[in-house]
């Protein structure tokens, strides 16, 4: 006799659905496991045989043989274990006569004593569920409500096998588990971290504006304590909502890693690895890939403090992802894509000791270890950093308001930032609306399109043209600038780019030749 369940694993951050076969005989008992399982999969073998007898129910006595379709994929995890368990007593016999399965999936870990455990990747596996035409979906407790979040599937989240029999012989009923979709937005919080109460640094919040408007990356270059961290952390408070479709994307990548708390994540991600990270870390891989933080960053901010003691292997490792908006990690097991879409803002000092150029400090560092410090950011690196803004340390007088020009400076709040954020997005959303939903700020703009977006004046063109012989542009600098000014006419809400658009895109392009004077 043999039995067809449904169940689901995950492939880099996609779901895809696995046919569980159990095929048994009244031979000698015997109990295989086949269709390229790993470690834990094997391991289901023995949970599965104690959460039976620990749940009442007979584990037959012959001979079973379970295959996990497709063969040729790789099964990892525990998730199979509630899928191999009902296909085993479905041929047993003990599911209740007439019960049928075709339409349904089933995932979840089982515990020894037949209790239900939360799995990693729900949430892929359940929209892999569904495209495969699978309308009921039994998950974990723990994990219905992150599964509930899929439109078009009925989840009901189990607590043990007994309660699972008891449901499909209908001595009991499994409540639904549903999604409001006016939760999502009720879900979204207020960044605490707000701009209100950054003193001084007229440019750099500047900067950071146009940033979040064009989803540009930026550079903060100044001494220690001059704000760098401070003002990468209220980043995320000036980004404009995230949309449900951007939400589903980031919750995947953080269900895939089980760091997921809650159904979905409503607010953009801030990822801030510490420079010791590690370039599998950072990046993604390892035997058995998993995302890093570029894309646990995905649709957020990606924040790299004291950016010159990161080992240079990671820094070079992010420049084809900061193009592309994804990473492809390659291994002798699979070939996986992960999505990375972010922000990039950097943070560093001028020098070791942090005080190079610093009126207020000496410096104590030789002109060649300056040079050395800087050159652990390299050109092209630098070159994909839209805006390069200098963080000047704050005087007393702007720290207690007593200086005439902080003063008068007026104390905006994030959401007021945002406000202005949000109305350059939707300007920009508004313009860009006849080349399709391929992209959807100007950071991502393809050059074949920003030729025809970026429409300059001719006072405009001249400041350009004199920038790119003066500054030795690369003819990626020029397009990103090109991009910054571009953005800085959606924050005006002008359709051309003027002079002062561009004069000012150029002046976030010249930080390098200070320092680095390349």
Same mark, same amino acid.
């Given at each position: ?121 729900? &949430?892929?596996?359940? %929209? =892999? ?6 309308? !009921? +979906?039994?998950? *974990?407790? #723990? ?20 309660? &699972?029999?008891?449901? %499909? =012989? ?6 639904? !588990? +549903?999604?409001? *979709?006016? #939760? ?335």
């Amino acid at each position: 006799m043999i039995s067809q369940v449904f169940s689901a694993g995950v492939l880099g951050v996609d779901g895809y659905e696995v046919t569980v076969e159990c095929s048994g005989f009244d031979r000698l008992p015997n109990f295989e496991l086949v269709g390229l399982p790993d470690a834990a999969v094997k391991e289901a073998k023995e949970r599965v045989r104690s959460a039976c007898e620990n749940s009442g129910v007979r584990f037959p006595a012959m001979e079973l043989t379970i295959n996990l379709a497709p063969a040729n994929i790789k099964k990892e995890g525990s998730a199979f274990d509630l899928a191999i368990l009902v296909s085993i007593l479905a041929v047993s016999g003990e599911l209740p006569r007439g019960c049928d399965l075709s339409a349904c999936t089933f995932i979840g870990e089982l515990s020894l004593s037949g209790e239900l455990r939360p799995v990693r990747g729900v &949430l892929p596996m359940v %929209l =892999a569920a569904r495209d495969a035409g699978r309308t !009921t +979906v039994y998950v *974990p407790r #723990e994990n219905a409500e992150e599964a509930s979040v899929v439109s078009g599937v009925t989840v009901l989240g189990v607590s043990s096998v007994s309660e &699972l029999l008891a449901h %499909l =012989a209908g001595t009991q009923t499994i409540a639904p !588990t +549903v999604f409001d *979709p006016e #939760e999502f937005r009720a879900g979204i919080a207020t960044i605490p971290e707000d701009f209100s109460e950054v003193r001084g640094q007229r440019t750099a919040k500047r900067a950071l504006e146009i940033a979040a408007a064009g989803g540009h990356n930026i550079l903060l270059i100044g001494p220690p304590g001059s704000g760098k961290s401070m003002l990468a952390k209220r980043l995320p408070g000036i980004l404009p909502d995230m949309t449900f479709e951007e939400a589903l994307e980031t919750t995947k990548v953080h269900s895939v890693v089980g760091t997921l708390a809650g159904r979905l994540l409503c607010t953009r991600p801030f990822r801030a690895p510490h420079h010791s990270a590690s370039p599998v870390g950072m990046i993604g891989g390892g035997s058995n890939p998993r995302p890093g933080e570029i894309s646990l960053a995905h649709n957020g901010v990606l924040f790299l403090d004291e950016m010159p003691e990161l080992p240079k292997q990671i820094t070079e490792a992010l420049r084809q992802p900061l193009e592309d908006g994804c990473v492809t990690v390659t291994r002798a097991q699979a070939r996986v894509t992960y999505p990375s879409r972010f922000m990039l803002v950097g943070a560093m000092n001028p020098c070791r000791c942090g005080y190079y150029g610093d009126p207020t400090h000496v410096c104590t560092c030789t002109p060649r270890e300056v040079a050395k410090y800087l050159d652990r950011v390299s050109g092209p690196m630098l070159d994909r950093m839209d805006l390069q803004v200098e963080v000047p340390a704050v005087t007393y007088g702007e720290i207690s308001g007593r200086d005439a020009d902080a003063a008068a400076e007026p104390r905006e709040t994030s959401a007021e930032i945002r406000a202005r954020v949000n109305a350059a997005r939707e300007f920009a959303r508004e313009r860009l609306a006849k080349h399709g939903d391929a992209f959807v700020t100007n950071a991502a703009m393809p050059v074949s399109i920003l030729r025809r977006e970026c429409v300059l004046t001719d006072e405009a063109v001249e400041i350009l043209g004199a920038a790119y012989e003066e500054l030795g542009l690369s003819a990626r600098g020029h397009d990103r600038i090109l991009r910054v000014a571009r953005t800085i006419a959606d924050l005006d809400r002008s359709d051309r780019i003027d002079a002062d658009h561009i004069a000012e895109a150029v002046r976030y392009r010249t930080l390098d030749r200070k320092y680095w004077r390349r």
